[in-house]
């Protein structure tokens, strides 16, 4: 796979998903006596919804818990059983037999083996438009289908009979099974599709839902609705909540002030909140697998900017100058950490020895502070380019906290390296990202969040090609090692994994991308909110198991 998602290059958008995804499972050995007699919870959330979908969302949220696929995400990223029994694989990795277990849509028709190759067949289709048709990369046929080149009717799904359904691989995809989680690859009832035409998805009733709950209530613009338990749910004994009540609220003000007056369950809090209320018995924080970061523009238009950009003692300079820990102590100011590597802390784990990837991979002098060697570079680089001063554009989006950490940057910057002056362009997001992708940007403040829990969901978007390499970073060393993760060593546990943490030190040593700090999101939580399944990349959060206790 190539590319990943646009959840964490605009930063406004994580907050829109953040109350709508999949999460961590608890113990299903609490006693009936723990319940409360009401299993109601109330949630708020930061925007309308904008589809019911899944070929074409802008996220997975949580809607993992009205659709689900044939497996579902649980505790600590693990694989949890879905709509499919078992599975089967192939010596060479290429394919997956799934059993599609005895399961019903919430109007109590069968969900088959069709329903899935129908489901990804229309995903794929062109004129869906979806934005995540490029998780299907690496089923056969899927990325010449997505680019126009094949017809959707060869993309490598097949049905056998009711409850086989078989995938067919172009080559070993390792996290395969993780991928199965997203409800993007959950089925479609080509029958409901056709029966509702035009006005398929486009209110609650309009559609069928296979997950532990159903959407009701919502008509397509209004701002309140619920999920309620599906009672033709496979395990709904397993679902404790009888209604999840949503209501939009834009402001964290308001959320506050509702959770306050114990008609919210759960609010997240703004910087400015955190500070006030990160002693309250009730706060909480939920990371994220997402990792801010400085890119650089190596096609830069300017051709002295161009040359800077390309020299790595400067890319170095500008890296070793930023107090990462004082940036998130005194800028952001909520419970967010400083980033040791591009891949996040706490995605993924050595199958050896259980060491984080990101302490393992991480290169000595690539994200401390360390003005001394900063000063030392910068004087050596700028002389290597020919120039005593140098002015660069820092382009960022006017969201929070982006502002902030830019106007952090140019003071602190300018203070260390001299010669230097930062222009700031803070402008809406939609049009900061439009910039970044057409190249017009010195230096640009943007991110990412894992689609799920491996390493190449970072790695691959730095590879030359990819849609979101805005900075046009070059590497052939960085490109093979992430190849060979992805191909040659794919079915190689040890191998690709030697790949990806020798992939990810390139990156550094080059300082490609210069990663600053990654996301944890505070909260508020009812205490008597428990089960609660959150996990930090794919679809964070599963309320399947979670309950109000007494």
Excluded at 479 to 506: F, G, H, I, P, S
Aim: charged share 20%; with cysteine; hydrophobic share 35%.
């Amino acid at each position: 796979m190539k590319k990943r998602s646009v959840l964490a290059v605009i930063f406004s958008l994580v907050l829109v998903t953040v109350l709508a995804a999949c999460g961590k499972q608890s113990s299903q050995s609490s006693k009936s006596g723990q319940y409360a007699s009401k299993q109601v919870l109330n949630l708020s959330y930061p925007s309308t919804l904008d589809s019911i979908d899944i070929s074409n969302m802008s996220g997975y949220g949580s809607t993992g818990n009205v659709f689900e696929s044939l497996y579902r995400l649980g505790k600590n990223g693990k694989v949890t059983p879905g709509l499919a029994s078992q599975t089967k694989v192939s010596k060479d990795g290429k394919t997956y037999t799934f059993t599609i277990r005895n399961a019903k849509w919430s109007d109590g028709s069968a969900i088959t083996a069709q329903d899935f190759v129908y489901s990804w067949k229309r995903t794929v289709t062109p004129s869906t438009k979806s934005q995540y048709a490029y998780l299907f990369s690496g089923v056969k046929n899927a990325d010449q289908i997505v680019a126009g080149k094949k017809k959707p009717s060869t993309l490598g799904v097949k049905a056998k009979g009711k409850h086989t359904f078989i995938v067919t691989l172009d080559k070993p995809i390792t996290y395969f099974k993780k991928l199965m989680t997203y409800p993007l690859f959950g089925p479609i009832s080509e029958a409901a599709v056709k029966k509702w035409g035009s006005k398929y998805a486009t209110q609650a009733k309009y559609m069928l839902y296979s997950g532990p709950f159903k959407l009701t209530g919502w008509t397509g613009t209004n701002n309140k609705w619920a999920f309620v338990k599906n009672n033709q749910y496979w395990d709904k004994k397993a679902v404790h909540l009888s209604r999840i009540n949503y209501s939009v609220n834009e402001s964290t003000t308001t959320t506050l002030n509702l959770f306050q007056e114990k008609k919210l369950d759960l609010t997240q809090l703004a910087s400015e909140q955190v500070k006030n209320l990160k002693t309250n018995s009730d706060y909480t924080t939920y990371p994220y697998s997402i990792t801010a970061f400085l890119v650089y523009n190596f096609n830069a238009t300017n051709s002295t900017v161009k040359k800077a950009m390309n020299n790595q003692k400067i890319r170095r300079a500008i890296s070793l100058s930023i107090n990462r820990k004082s940036m998130v102590k005194n800028v952001i100011g909520d419970a967010s950490k400083t980033a040791k590597s591009f891949v996040p802390q706490d995605l993924a784990s050595d199958p050896k020895n259980g060491k984080d990837f990101a302490d393992e991979s991480t290169v000595k002098n690539s994200t401390s502070y360390n003005p001394t060697l900063a000063k030392k570079l910068w004087q050596q680089g700028l002389k290597e380019i020919g120039v005593k001063k140098l002015t660069l554009r820092l382009l960022t989006s006017n969201d929070e906290p982006n502002k902030a950490i830019s106007q952090y940057f140019k003071g602190q910057l300018e203070k260390i390296l001299p010669g230097l002056t930062i222009d700031l362009s803070n402008i809406p997001s939609k049009v900061a990202s439009t910039r970044a992708q057409q190249g017009n940007f010195d230096l640009y403040l943007s991110g990412w969040g894992a689609d799920f829990n491996d390493p190449i969901s970072h790695l691959q978007i730095m590879t030359t090609g990819s849609g979101y390499n805005y900075g046009k970073y070059n590497s052939k060393q960085y490109n093979q090692l992430v190849k060979n993760a992805q191909n040659k060593d794919a079915n190689n546990t040890t191998a690709r994994w030697q790949d990806m943490l020798k992939a990810e030190r390139v990156l550094m040593q080059d300082q490609g991308i210069t990663p600053l700090y990654q996301t944890v999101y505070s909260f508020l939580q009812n205490p008597k909110v428990k089960g609660v399944i959150h996990n930090t990349a794919g679809t964070q959060w599963n309320y399947k198991y979670a309950y109000i206790a007494k």
